[in-house]
């Protein structure tokens, strides 16, 4: 006698069911809250754009596109040109990074691969704290500490040893865009530690075995095969960084000068767009100055929008290339 199989039934299929039914289940209900919440985040950026544009209106009819090419901030003559703040907003974030990166990955990549697991643990509560202190204090910081550093010691001896190099020539004042720079620094550094940490931290045993497997040394293994895996993480570390170096305000404020100046010398002092806006909007009188100001801000997020979606272009091609030469 042959054997009989029941197959059970597979039931409705759920894409099915009525819209009513799927509603008393719940179904509907937390599709359309959690969409809600996720297209406020669309709706405030469109809002923050549409504000920082209607309330520019007078500067952009005014300057036009010569506002971000013109030298000239003067409040009483009512002439603004919003290019020295953006040059020292891009200076001070590139000197951040160019001291924060090595330091950052280097730090990152000892405490995720050779350091013992109880020392990691206890430096990265130490740096999580760093991460979680206010702008105000790193500011206080530069002022007390690194400033008169800068002036007495570092500056001084840069000058000496390579004055004949634009970038280190001009007197040595203490502050200025190395100095706001050094200080940014101080302030991205954690959150490159942090990141990276996670990132070397997540991958997989596997990699690491298979390279020392093949006699690779334990700094080989993390090097070529550890640091390459995550790769696309740690760009995004970066980018970070470099996106709160970019809006940092009150401690760019109190160590750059305050000066809306443009020169090759990183002693100089200088200006950045979240410092002026801090600075002056308070004061502001006349609807074009408040409106120059709002511009600024304007300007400020389109760069930091600009910046990103490069950071995001740059992470889309690295994971792609990692992807594409895992399967070679």
Known sequence: MAATTTVPSAGPIPGSRSFLSRLREGDEIAR?????????????????????????????????????????????????????????????????LVIAVPLGIGAAIFLAELAPARLSDALEFFIDLLAAVPSVI???????????????????????TLGFLPLFAGPAYGIGFLTAG???????????????REVLMSVPRDQREAAL??????WESTWKVVVPFARAGIMGSIFLALARALGETMAVTMVIGNTPTISASLFSPGYSIAAVIANEFTEATGALYTQALIELGL?????????????????????QRGGGTAHA
């Open 182 to 196: 050094i200080v940014l620094a101080i302030m991205v550094i954690p959150y490159i530690i942090s990141v990276s």
């Open 32 to 96: 359309l809250i959690t969409f809600l919440f996720a297209a406020s985040v669309v709706l405030v950026t469109v809002l923050l754009i549409f504000e920082l544009w209607q309330e520019s209106v007078l500067p952009r009819h005014k300057f036009g596109l010569h506002f971000f090419f013109t030298r000239v901030w003067d409040p009483i003559a009512e002439q603004f040109g919003a290019l020295p703040f953006i040059y020292g907003t891009l200076i001070t974030a590139t000197v951040s």
């Open 213 to 218: 497997g093949l006699g690779s040394t334990r």
């Open 299 to 319: 300007v400020l997020f389109l760069l930091t929008f600009l910046l990103n979606g490069v950071a995001r272009l740059l992470l889309v091609f690295t994971t």
């Open 138 to 160: 790193y500011g206080l910081l530069g002022v007390f500490i690194v400033v008169p550093v800068m002036r007495d010691y570092v500056q001084p001896a840069l000058k000496s």
